[in-house]
Structures are given as C-alpha cells and as structure tokens.
C-alpha cells in the first residue's frame, strides 16, 4: 500500500519524507491556496519543488474544465517532471481528457470520485489512479468506506489497472479500514500518517523498560 501525502505544505512534505514511508504527494486548488502559492508561474515552481523532495507520484491539478484547456494544462503540467501525475475532476470532458492522456502514456488522477459507476468510466478511460473522497462522503451521511470496497470489488472483477487512491481521508481508522480493504493508496494529512504511531501501551512498555534497564545498570 502506498502512502501519500494532501498538502502543498513543503514542511510537512519534508517531515513526511524524513520518517522514511512516503510515495507521493496529493494536491488540489485548495491546498495550494492554503499555502498562499498564487499565479502561474509560483504555482508550477511548487510543483517542482515537492518532486525535488519526494521520489514518487506527485498529482498536480488542472483547473480549466473544458477539453482543450484541460488538454493545454494537462501537458504543461506533465512536461514539469517525470513525476507529475494529471489531475483531472470527474466531469464529462475531464473523461475524454484522461482517455487523450492515457493515449500519450501521460498518467492521471481522476479526482472528486464519489459514486462507483464515476470510478468506472475513469477505469475504462484509462485514468492511472481513481480518486474516491471518502471522508466528503461520511460528511453527507454515506459510507465513504463501502465506496472503497465496492471500487476495489470493480476493478479486481475486470483486472483495471487503474489504481485506488482513497481520499480526503480524515483519521486513523479510515486508513486501516483502507488498507483491510485494499486500496492501493491512501492520502492523508500528515497528522493522519503521524497518529498511526500511536499507542498508550506502547509507551507504558518503553518506560517501563527503560526504568528496568535503570534499576540495574543505573
Ligand atoms: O485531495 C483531495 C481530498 O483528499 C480532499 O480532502 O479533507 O478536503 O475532503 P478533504
């Protein structure tokens, strides 16, 4: 299973990087308005910059939604590093754009994914990666989880290769639900990664070894 990582924080990309478990980095509009990254330009030096911190899979959005723009952005985007993967919305002329891409071996992520028959036509466009938004969907009182199963269910049946990036991930537990279901990647915040760490028990046990190591070598 592949962890990513959705932000276009640098800081955070690094700090993920550094604890020696990440694949890729997901962005959208949004994380990058967060970090203040505006313009053009500004925006495809960001995108450089997280492929000069991360070895993997780094999704950079499109933002026009017709085909031509889409197309224009699209290649732009993949020109800027070998690790550059097309994010492209679920729209009808985003599916004929994923299906131009993947003709030209340019791989993409289909985004805002949230009914099976959407990963599907993304699958059968050709889309590298399909991304369902399962904690949008816990939101509006569905269960973003049974979307990842019946996803990983399609796509097993007909041997797709497109790829199960589980998104807008929200806690733990949507991540190890994730993994027992098989998608093929998550992405999540890095409070998200970092809290798989966690475990009362587990420093109880450090300290009491620790204080048993003390008692008798002092
Ligand atoms: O990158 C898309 C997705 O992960 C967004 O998550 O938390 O804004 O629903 P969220």
Redesign the pocket.
């Known amino acids: 299973m592949k962890f990513f990582i959705?932000t276009a924080n640098l800081a955070e990309i690094r700090e993920a990087h550094e604890l020696g478990v990440l694949d890729g980095v997901?962005t959208?509009p949004?994380?990058m308005a967060k970090e203040g990254i505006q313009g053009k330009n500004n925006i495809l030096a960001h995108y450089v910059a997280i492929c000069d911190i991360v070895d993997g899979d780094v999704s950079a959005e499109v933002i026009a939604t017709d085909y031509a723009g889409m197309i224009r952005e699209g290649e732009e985007l993949a020109e800027l590093h070998p690790n550059i993967v097309v994010k492209i919305p679920m729209i009808r002329e985003g599916i004929r754009a994923i299906k131009y891409f993947a003709d030209r071996d340019i791989r993409t992520n289909c985004?805002l994914v949230f009914s099976a028959g959407q990963a599907l036509l993304a699958a059968k466009a050709g889309a590298s990666y399909v991304?369902p938004?399962i904690?949008?969907l816990d939101d509006a009182s569905t269960d973003g989880l049974l979307l990842i199963e019946q996803i990983v269910d399609i796509y097993q049946n007909y041997a797709f290769d497109t790829e199960v990036l589980a998104?807008?991930?929200?806690h733990t537990m949507h991540l190890v639900k994730c993994a027992e279901l098989g998608a093929d990647v998550v992405?999540c915040p890095l409070n998200v990664i970092t809290g798989l760490l966690k475990h009362p028990l587990t420093d109880i046990g450090l300290e009491k070894f620790l204080a048993d190591y003390k008692k008798v070598n002092g």
């Open positions: 959705d997901t959208n949004s994380l985004t991304s938004f904690g949008r998104a807008s991930i929200r992405t």
